[in-house]
């Protein structure tokens, strides 16, 4: 039996196909493995995008005005004052005496001239004068001259001072004084006897 013996110092002259298909083999893999570590290095020093801030919320306060309805007092009740009866007979026949004002006042003017009717009119004022004289003593409630600016603070009387025109809002008016007012400062009417009607303000009148 022959015995076989490699000498391994033996260099290979030649390159069969075997030996060239490992070499790119190996080639590929090395170049595979120098990619990857270029990627990975790449990627390790790429700057990390800044996330972009969250949006600000702006919350917005509703302020809702609420109307507060407040339950007014109830008004006092009106009283009213019945006026007297006899004062007001009495007076009426007192003009009608000085006066003759009922007779005036019922008689139908339409038949009378502007000339006749202003010559009566003046026997009537004359009558009503010396009556108002008489029992009454009147004052103008405003002293101050018709034509003038007067200005009316808040609380002013609103009998003794009536607004007319274009009247708004609150006070203080301030206005022209129209008309300076009147305004009974004393009274005196003659006493009524017993048994006397004042309803009957001119008796009948009969002729004998």
Not at 105 to 116: G, H, N, R, V
Not at 159 to 188: C, D, E, Y
Not at 193 to 208: C, K
């Amino acid at each position: 039996m022959n015995n076989f013996a490699i000498d391994l110092s033996l260099r290979p002259t030649t390159f069969d196909l075997w030996h060239v298909c490992l070499a790119g083999t190996v080639l590929g893999l090395f170049l595979l493995v120098i990619v990857l570590l270029i990627v990975l290095v790449l990627r390790r020093n790429k700057p990390v995008a800044a996330i972009p801030p969250a949006p600000e919320i702006k919350v917005v306060e509703k302020i809702v005005e609420v109307e507060k309805i407040v339950q007014l007092p109830a008004p006092e009740p009106v009283i009213l004052k019945e006026a007297s009866a006899d004062a007001a007979l009495q007076l009426l026949g007192l003009l009608q005496k000085e006066a003759r004002f009922a007779d005036f006042i019922q008689e139908d003017m339409s038949a009378y001239s502007d000339t006749d009717i202003g010559a009566a009119a003046r026997i009537v004022h004359q009558g009503c004068r010396k009556v108002i004289a008489e029992h009454f003593t009147l004052s103008p409630v405003s002293q101050d001259q018709e034509g003038s600016r007067v200005t009316l603070t808040a609380g002013f009387d609103a009998n003794a001072f009536r607004l007319i025109g274009n009247v708004t809002g609150q006070p203080p008016f301030s206005g022209t004084l129209v008309h300076k007012g009147w305004q009974v400062t004393a009274m005196q009417l003659p006493k009524l006897t017993e048994g006397s009607n004042p309803a009957i303000i001119a008796a009948a009148e009969v002729e004998l």
